[in-house]
């Protein structure tokens, strides 16, 4: 069973570059054999949206819950094409959940042959790949490599003149997408027109050995898990740098912190560094990525990193936080957003179905009771043994069945982190983030946050789209009322979630969607600001004091703290 297990941390695992088989032989902690690994990859991969399709039609995933998508196809994928079948022992639990189902299985299986009018498995082969080689025209342009440039240790003059002095300047993103055959040869470079510092290269280009990456002069980033730290420091200068303390509340790996600092490290040029922004992540062990991350930023100087820090225990009243003006949350998330990233090989995988029951068979699902032998939360950073954490690495892919139930304990949670941050008395700025695709975990929560007593008695409000950063208030994906349909991108009139926000405020919010030209995964940002700043007024400073005597930020979601213990959502 390691087999899948290895795979699955292996397509999960950070992508810093460097041939995708290449990595596989390189990987510490694997059990299986790196060339029954690679040949499981490949072979899937071929067959993935047939797979897909036939674990969604048998919809397994919503009774095996053990079954995360990525483990369900490479499992089906030996269940039903591989000459020795699942290579497991017969009475293991995993493979167990594949076989029960093993009627379903082999008649979608046979249905995806016959409607394509194949005769044989061979024939089925054929056009299968046909069709693979069809989508994946369009599929390579969308997702480049995305490189930020680091001001704390350089420049993008610097870098445009070294690391990519033999780069040929591009147009457009589309423009990064060569012909198959050209595509690991040809240096093209695109620059970022909506974040300052940021630069598109072809999806194969490898970092790994050039100096730059080594030194963390470049940081390999997504475009949009930049927009957060923009959002909030903006294109401050010299003149008007950012003068108060900062907290970004749930750090790790640390892309946001470090592009924290890299901003202010812009606006301050001549300035000595002090400490100003306080990060920390209530996992101990991602603390240890996001430390390693902040020192080989060098940033170290100016972020003070508190390992294991759960942010709803940080007492916004103590004098340490007195000068804490602007904070970023960017919590744990369903992780909907995310798409497979560069050279490993593109996954279709099964949507899980969003489910109304919340708890079958009455039973919880307990992470490492239940999923003791899943992949670890690090895994992906132990496997590949990288120096930096790289953008597959903010967050997980989903597991399992993500239903109602969960996504509105994750929203809640992520609620009662973002009030908390607007109780901080002298904040004026707070950024909230996602990378999920549902509204219930963004926009949702963004209308919940406004309506809050805190919100309103301390006059916290949106950062309006003229308000907002140059390159964001260009950007043109903004707020939606309703979930969209994803098939037709359109907004869904059957969506059962509808946001209450003004007009304005739906501008204000920023999206990125998968599956279009931007080049991006699903993604949600949001600013608030405060337009009265000063001291707290009485009553919000008695309100948050009881809240948080009482461990509590938000009264209605006293009873999910003890569940959401027990799943958190998708977080490295
Ligand atoms: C989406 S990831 C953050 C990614 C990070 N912002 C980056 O850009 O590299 C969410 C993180 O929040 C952490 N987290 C969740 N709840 C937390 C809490 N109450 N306090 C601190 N950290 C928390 C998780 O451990 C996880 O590492």
């Not at 941390?9 to 060339?35: D, E, H, M, V």
């Not at 990064?176 to 470079?189: G, S, V």
């Not at 903004?478 to 304005?504: F, I, N, P």
């Amino acid at each position: 069973m390691s087999l899948y297990f290895d795979a699955a941390a292996i397509l999960t695992a950070p992508s810093a570059g460097g041939s995708f088989k290449s990595r596989i032989y390189s990987a510490r902690n694997l059990r299986a054999s790196p060339a029954q690994i690679y040949a499981l990859i490949t072979e899937a991969s071929k067959w993935d949206r047939v797979l897909a399709d036939v674990i969604e039609k048998a919809d397994i995933l919503s009774v095996e819950r053990k079954l995360t998508p990525l483990l369900a196809l490479l499992l089906v994928y030996d269940h039903l094409l591989s000459k020795k079948g699942i290579a497991a022992p017969a009475a293991h639990p995993l493979r167990q959940a594949v076989e029960r189902h093993k009627v379903r299985l082999k008649a979608e299986f046979t249905k995806a042959r016959v409607r394509r009018g194949c005769a044989t498995v061979e024939q089925f082969k054929t056009a299968v790949l046909r069709e693979k080689r069809e989508a994946d025209g369009t599929a390579h342009f969308v997702y480049p490599r995305w490189v930020r440039v680091n001001n704390i240790r350089s420049s993008l003059e610097k870098q445009l003149s070294t690391t990519f002095a033999d780069y040929q300047r591009v147009d457009t993103l589309a423009a990064l997408a060569p012909a198959e055959d050209e595509r690991t040869k040809l240096k093209l470079l695109y620059l970022d027109p909506n974040i300052p510092d940021l630069v598109a290269v072809p999806f194969g280009a490898d970092f790994t050995s050039s100096p730059a990456y080594k030194n963390g002069e470049i940081i390999l980033q997504d475009k949009a898990s930049c927009f957060p730290a923009y959002l909030l420091l903006g294109d401050r200068g010299f003149k008007d740098a950012w003068q108060g303390d900062l907290v970004d509340g749930c750090a790790a790996p640390g892309n946001k912190t470090t592009h924290m600092a890299s901003l202010l490290a812009k606006q301050q040029k001549q300035k000595k560094p002090r400490k100003q922004i306080f990060s920390m992540d209530s996992s101990k062990v991602r603390s240890k990525t996001l430390q390693k991350m902040v020192s080989l930023a060098g940033a170290d100087p100016m972020v003070t990193v508190l390992q294991g820090q759960d942010f709803l225990a940080l007492d916004p009243m103590d004098s340490q936080f007195e000068d804490v003006s602007g904070l970023l949350l960017d919590p744990s998330c369903s992780g909907s957003g995310i798409v497979g990233r560069d050279d490993v090989p593109q996954l279709t995988l099964p949507q899980p179905k969003v489910v109304k029951s919340s708890k079958p068979n009455g039973k919880k699902r307990k992470r490492g009771a239940e999923d003791h032998d899943e992949p670890e939360e690090s895994s992906s950073n132990v496997t590949m043994g990288q120096p930096s954490a790289a953008p597959s690495d903010e967050n997980d892919i989903p597991s399992g069945t993500i239903d109602n139930d969960r996504l509105t304990k994750l929203s809640n949670l992520q609620a009662r982190i973002v009030e908390h941050a607007l109780s901080f008395p002298n904040a004026t700025h707070v950024t909230y983030s996602t990378c999920s695709i549902h509204l219930i975990e963004n926009e949702a929560v963004v209308a919940r946050l406004l309506a809050s007593d805190v919100a309103k008695e301390r006059g916290w409000r949106l950062l309006r789209r003229d308000e907002q950063p140059e390159g964001l208030r260009k950007w043109k994906h903004r707020g939606v009322r309703r979930d969209r349909d994803m098939e037709t991108g359109v907004e869904s009139e059957e969506s059962e979630s509808v946001a209450a926000l003004s007009e304005v405020d739906l501008e204000a919010c920023l999206r990125c969607w998968s599956g279009d030209a931007e080049g991006l995964g699903g993604f949600f940002v949001a600013g608030f600001v405060r337009d009265s700043e000063g001291a707290v007024t009485e009553p919000a400073k008695m309100k948050i004091k009881s809240d948080h005597d009482n461990g509590n930020a938000e009264g209605d979601v006293t009873d999910e703290s003890n569940e959401d213990e027990e799943w958190d959502g998708f977080s490295d």
